[in-house]
C-alpha cells in the first residue's frame, strides 16, 4: 500500500472544501475511486473478485467451451479411468488433458466444472445473503440508534434474541419443517426451495451484527452539530438519517459487506460440509471440502483446486474490503 | 445383529482449517494407480459356504478353548471403538460391536466354536451339549456344566439361568432379540403378558413353559417346533444372571461377569476395561481364551483415526485392535499397499446383505419392480460406498454366509453389475409406464448422497423419473419403517441372526408381519410365500430346511421382486503387530477377541 505521503491529493477525508492550484471539484466519491485506483493490493484483490463472480456467472459458458458438465459421471461410465477402489488411476488425481483439474474420486465427475458450478451456487447464496444482511442491518440499526428510548430498547433486546440463536443448529432443525410444510411428501424438494431457506436463515441470522455496529455509530453521530442543526433548521428524520447520518457510515458499511459475504461463503460450505443445505446432485463449494477432507489420504489432489480458490477468494476479499475502507477514509491507513 | 451398524461416517468441522492445511501440502503424491492389492489376505475366502457350519458334539463342547500357536499370557489390549456401547446388559444386546464385546464377560447356553480356517461349529457353552428335543421340537433340555462360577466364585445354577431368561419379560428389556420369549409365550410383544414384571415380583414362568427341576437342568417348553433352539440360545439374553446381583436397569453398567474377564472401570459413553476374572474356569469353556491381562476400550474413534494409528502401529497400538472399527474407505488402498499389514489384517464376508427395497403398496405393476431390479447399478453403488473391501456384488435374497445359499442370479447382475437400462426400458415400455415416477428415500449422510446420484442417474437412463426425498438419518428407520410410508424404494441391510435362512425370510418376507416397525419393508403380502414359509419352518432338520430356504427366496425374487439385492458387505479389519490370535468371527462379522494374545 502506498503510504499516505505519497498521496499529494489526499488532504482532508471530508469534503473537499479546500481550494488547490487547480481547482477541480470532487464528490467524496471521486475521491475514494482516485484513492483506491492507487492501492496495488486493492485493485489486484478487486481483479480477482471480479474474476471470481465473472466464474459464477459464465458457469454454463466455461462448461459449454470446455466440454464438460458438472453431473456427469466420467469415471463411471468409461471403464479405465477409476480403479476399484474409485480413485483415478492418472497420477495427481487423475488431471489430464481430458479432465484439467482431474477427477472427483469414487463418483468420477469433473472437478473443473463441479468447481466452477459450486463456486455459483455458493456465491450466489452468499451475495444474496449479504444483500439482505445489510439492508436489514442499516435500517434497523439506524433506526434504532435515531430514534433511541423505547424503539432502541425493544429492538435491543430484539437483536440479543436473535443473536442467541445458534446458526447452523437453528437450520438443522428449522429445515425439515420447512420442506415439509412446502414439500408435498412424495415430490422431492426443489433446489430452489432449498436455497430460497438457506438465504432466509443466513439472513434472518446474519444482519444483527451490523445493526448493533451501526446503531453505536448512529448514537455518537446525532449528537453532532451538524445533526443539531439539520434538526433545527426543521429537516425531518428521514432527510437527516439519508442526508447528514447516512454519508458518514459508508465506511462502517462496506467494511461490514465486504467481510460478511466470504464469511457467509464459508458459513453456507460450512453447512453443506455437516451434510445439510444443498444436497447432490446440485455442486457446491463447501460439500468438495467435505469430501475432499475424506478423500485427502488417497488423493490429496481433489481438495487442492477447491481449497486454493477458497483461500484466494476470501483473502482477496478481505484485502479489497480494507482497500475499500482505506480509500474512503485514509486515516485509518497503516 | 438385524439390523446392520449404522454406516454413517466421519463429519468435519473445520473447512477452511482443513483446506489451508492441505493446500499447504502440495498436490505431488495422489494417483490411485493401477489394480491396487488383491482382495482377501486372509486364509480362505469359503469362510461362509454352508458345509462350514454344523453342530458341535459333547466333546466340542468341553473346554478348554483350543490355543492359537505362539500364545502367552500377559499383557494389555488397546481397543478403538468409534461408537459408545448403549448396553452391556445382556439381555439388551442386538448389534455386532455389543455381540462381540460381551463374549468377554458374558456366556450363552450355547455358543459359536470357531477354528482357525472359519469352520463355525454350534456347541454348549454353559451347556454341556447343544441340548437335546424332544416332543418333535419342542421341548429342548439343556444340563449345565460342572465346575461354572460367577466372578465372586459362587456357582452358576440353572436357578440363575431361569432368572436370566425371566427378566427379559420385563418391560426395560426393550432391545435384545426375542426369539426365546416368543417361542415360549407367545408371538410380537403379547409374551410379555406372560411375565409382566419379569422375575422381580417373586412371580415366575410355569414349568410347563421353563423348567429347572434342579440345579444343572433347564428345560424349554416351546409352543411351536423350533429346530434351530441351538442357535436361539447362542444370543447373549439366552444366559445366566445372578438374582441377588441384578440391578435391572442399571446391570447395564455393571454386569456381573461368568467369562474369562470382568468390568474393570467402566466410564459411560467414554472408555471400558476389562480385567481378568479369575475365578474363570478355563476348563468349562470351549470358546475363550484368557490370555492378555486386560483390555482397554475407548470410545470416539473415527476410522480414519483408527485405522491411521493401527496402521502407524507405534506404541500402545502395537497392541491394538478394534472390534467393529473397519480400515476407512479412504485408506483402503494405503493399508493394502503396506507389505507390513499383509500378516494383521482381514477382508471377510459379512451376514449383512443390502437391498433397495420395492414398496409393494404403491408398485403394483410387477413389470415396473422388474425394470427397477434390472435398471439397479449395484456394482456403482458398491463403488460409493468404499469399493472392493466394502461390499460384494449380491445376486439374490439371501447373503452368502446363509446356510443353503446357491449363487442364482434372476436378473444377471454378475453380468450387468451396473444394470441394464435396455431391459428395463423394454419392460417399462410393456407396461405402459414409461416416465414412471420413483419416489426414492435415502437417509441423508454422506455416503448416501452419493448413492443416490448413482441409482438417480440409472433409473433415469431406464426412463423413470426419480423425486428424490432426503430423510434425515436419526429418523430413517422410523420413516421407512411406517407401513403406510409415501416412498416407492429405500435401502435396508438385514443380517440373519443365525446362519439359517429363517432368520431372513420370516422377517422380511412374510406377509402376516407388515406393521409399522416391522421388518417387511417391501410389504410382500403373497399367501403362497406365507404358506411355503410354514412349511420350510416346518422341517424339524435345519440341514433339510436350507435348500428349501433357498429355493424360496429364489421364488420371491423372481415371482414377486419385492427388492432387488445390491451388495453383501465386507468387513476390513486391522491390527497392530504386536497381537496374534486375531480372527474373523463370521456369525457376528467382526473381529473375535476370545483368543487374542499379545506377542
Redesign the interface.
Known amino acids: 500500500m502506498t503510504s499516505p505521503a505519497q498521496s499529494p491529493v489526499v488532504a482532508t477525508d471530508m469534503e473537499p472544501v479546500v481550494p488547490t492550484a487547480d481547482l477541480v471539484g470532487r464528490s467524496p466519491g471521486q475521491l475514494m475511486w482516485r484513492r483506491f485506483k492507487r492501492d496495488r493490493a486493492g485493485v489486484v484483490s478487486a481483479v480477482i473478485v471480479v474474476f471470481f463472480f465473472l466464474v459464477a456467472i459464465a458457469a454454463p459458458l466455461i462448461s459449454k467451451l470446455y466440454g464438460k458438465n458438472p453431473t456427469e459421471?466420467y469415471g463411471?461410465d468409461d471403464n479405465g479411468l477409476?480403479?476399484?477402489?474409485?480413485?483415478?488411476?492418472?497420477?495427481?488425481?487423475?488431471i489430464s488433458g481430458r479432465f484439467w483439474f482431474g477427477l472427483e474420486?469414487?463418483?468420477g465427475r469433473d472437478v473443473l466444472t463441479q468447481l466452477v458450478y459450486g463456486i455459483r451456487t455458493s456465491l450466489l447464496i452468499a451475495a444474496i445473503a449479504t444483500l439482505l444482511c445489510v439492508v436489514t442491518g442499516v435500517l434497523i440499526g439506524v433506526t434504532a440508534g435515531y430514534l433511541g428510548g423505547r424503539t432502541d430498547y425493544f429492538l435491543g433486546r430484539f437483536i440479543d434474541l436473535l443473536l442467541a440463536f445458534p446458526q447452523q443448529l437453528s437450520f438443522v432443525a428449522f429445515t425439515?419443517v420447512v420442506y415439509s410444510m412446502f414439500v408435498s411428501?412424495?415430490?422431492?424438494?426443489p433446489t430452489y426451495l432449498r436455497v430460497i431457506t438457506l438465504i432466509l436463515v443466513l439472513w434472518v441470522l446474519g444482519w444483527m451484527g451490523i445493526a448493533r455496529l451501526l446503531r453505536g455509530q448512529v448514537l455518537s453521530l446525532r449528537e453532532r452539530e451538524f445533526v443539531e442543526a439539520a434538526r433545527v433548521t426543521g429537516a425531518s428524520p428521514w432527510r437527516i438519517i439519508t442526508k447528514e447520518l447516512l454519508p458518514n457510515l459508508w465506511t462502517p458499511i462496506l467494511v461490514q459487506t465486504t467481510l460478511m459475504l466470504p464469511a457467509l461463503v464459508?458459513a453456507e460450505?460450512?453447512l453443506s460440509?455437516?451434510?445439510?443445505g444443498i444436497?447432490?446432485?446440485t455442486p457446491d463449494w463447501?460439500r468438495m471440502?467435505?469430501?475432499?477432507?475424506?478423500?485427502?489420504?488417497?488423493?490429496?489432489?481433489?481438495?487442492?483446486f477447491?481449497?486454493?480458490a477458497?483461500?484466494v477468494f476470501?483473502v482477496a476479499f478481505n484485502l479489497l474490503g480494507d482497500s475499500v475502507r482505506d480509500a474512503f477514509d485514509p486515516r485509518t491507513k497503516r | 445383529m438385524s439390523r446392520s451398524v449404522n454406516r454413517r461416517r466421519a463429519r468435519y468441522t473445520a473447512v477452511a482449517l482443513a483446506a489451508g492445511a492441505l493446500v499447504l501440502s502440495a498436490c505431488s503424491s495422489g494417483g490411485g494407480g493401477g489394480g491396487g492389492g488383491k482382495q482377501s489376505a486372509g486364509p480362505g475366502e469359503d469362510k461362509n459356504v454352508s458345509s462350514n457350519y454344523s453342530l458341535g458334539n459333547k466333546d466340542d463342547s468341553t473346554g478348554p478353548a483350543p490355543q492359537p500357536a505362539g500364545a502367552k499370557k500377559g499383557g494389555t489390549v488397546t481397543v478403538l471403538q468409534r461408537d459408545a456401547f448403549h448396553h452391556l446388559d445382556p439381555g439388551q444386546i442386538y448389534y455386532g460391536d455389543m455381540l462381540i464385546n460381551q463374549l468377554l464377560y458374558n456366556r450363552s447356553l450355547t455358543g459359536y466354536k470357531i477354528d482357525e480356517k472359519g469352520h463355525v461349529k454350534v456347541v454348549g457353552d454353559l451347556a454341556t451339549d447343544t441340548g437335546t428335543s424332544s416332543d418333535g421340537g419342542k421341548t429342548w433340555k439343556f444340563t449345565l456344566k460342572d465346575g461354572l462360577k460367577w466372578q465372586d466364585g459362587s456357582p452358576i445354577t440353572a436357578q440363575d439361568v431361569r432368572w436370566g431368561i425371566e427378566r427379559l419379560y420385563a418391560s426395560f428389556e426393550t432391545d435384545g432379540p426375542q426369539y426365546i420369549q416368543q417361542w415360549l409365550s407367545g408371538e410380537g410383544t403379547s409374551y410379555r403378558k406372560a411375565l409382566p414384571d419379569g422375575p422381580y415380583n417373586g412371580k415366575h414362568l410355569p414349568s410347563s413353559v421353563l423348567d429347572t427341576p434342579d440345579d444343572k437342568t433347564v428345560i424349554f417348553h416351546f409352543q411351536k417346533p423350533h429346530a434351530d433352539a441351538p442357535f436361539a440360545t447362542a444370543m447373549p439374553n439366552v444366559g445366566a444372571i445372578k438374582a441377588d446381583k441384578d440391578t435391572k436397569q442399571k446391570y447395564d453398567n455393571a454386569p456381573f461377569a461368568d467369562g474369562p474377564y470382568k468390568v474393570g472401570d467402566y466410564k459411560v459413553g467414554k472408555s471400558l476395561t476389562f480385567v481378568r476374572n479369575e475365578n474363570w474356569d478355563p476348563r468349562t469353556d470351549p470358546l475363550r481364551n484368557q490370555f492378555v491381562d486386560k483390555f482397554e476400550i475407548s470410545f470416539g474413534h473415527q476410522f480414519t483415526d483408527s485405522t491411521r494409528r493401527l496402521l502407524a502401529d507405534q506404541g500402545a497400538d502395537k497392541n491394538g485392535m478394534s472390534w467393529t472399527n473397519a480400515v476407512a474407505p479412504e485408506m483402503v488402498e494405503k493399508v493394502l499397499n503396506d507389505s507390513s499389514t499383509k500378516s494383521r489384517r482381514f477382508i471377510e464376508l459379512q451376514p449383512y446383505l443390502d437391498v433397495i427395497n420395492f414398496n409393494m403398496d404403491r408398485l403394483k405393476d410387477i413389470r415396473v419392480r422388474k425394470a427397477l431390479a434390472y435398471a439397479m447399478p449395484s456394482g456403482q453403488i458398491i463403488q460409493q460406498i468404499g469399493g472392493a473391501t466394502a461390499g460384494q456384488l449380491a445376486t439374490n435374497l439371501l447373503s452368502p454366509s446363509v446356510d443353503g445359499y446357491q449363487p442364482s442370479d434372476p436378473f444377471g447382475k454378475k453380468a450387468k453389475p451396473n444394470g441394464d437400462p435396455e431391459k428395463a426400458r423394454a419392460l417399462l415400455k410393456e407396461a405402459g409406464k414409461e416416465g414412471q415416477e420413483i419416489v426414492y428415500a435415502y437417509a441423508n449422510t454422506d455416503v448416501q448422497q452419493k448413492v443416490s446420484v448413482v441409482i438417480t442417474q440409472a433409473l433415469e437412463r431406464a426412463g423413470f423419473k426419480v423425486q428424490k426425498k432426503e430423510i434425515d438419518s436419526n429418523v430413517w428407520e422410523n420413516s421407512i419403517g411406517e407401513a403406510k410410508n409415501k416412498f416407492d424404494i429405500y435401502r435396508t441391510g438385514w443380517g440373519a441372526d443365525w446362519p439359517v435362512a429363517s432368520t431372513v425370510i420370516e422377517p422380511l418376507y412374510d406377509g402376516r408381519t407388515i406393521s409399522d416397525g416391522a421388518s417387511n419393508y417391501a410389504h410382500l403380502n403373497d399367501s403362497s410365500v406365507n404358506s411355503e414359509i410354514d412349511r420350510i419352518s416346518a422341517i424339524p432338520d435345519v440341514k433339510k430346511a436350507a435348500p428349501e430356504w433357498m429355493k424360496l427366496a429364489d421364488k420371491i425374487l423372481t415371482d414377486d421382486v419385492p427388492a432387488v439385492p445390491t451388495y453383501a458387505n465386507l468387513q476390513f479389519a486391522l491390527w497392530g503387530s504386536g497381537l496374534g490370535g486375531v480372527k474373523y468371527h463370521p456369525v457376528y462379522g467382526y473381529a473375535d477377541p476370545t483368543s487374542v494374545f499379545v506377542k
Do not use: C, H, R
Open positions: 459421471t463411471l477409476l480403479n476399484q477402489f474409485g480413485y483415478p488411476v492418472a497420477p495427481n488425481g487423475g474420486p469414487t463418483l425439515p411428501p412424495e415430490k422431492e424438494t464459508t460450505a460450512g460440509f455437516i451434510g445439510v444436497v447432490e446432485p463447501g471440502f467435505a469430501n475432499g477432507a475424506k478423500y485427502y489420504e488417497s488423493d490429496i489432489t481433489y481438495i487442492f477447491p481449497g486454493l477458497m483461500i476470501v
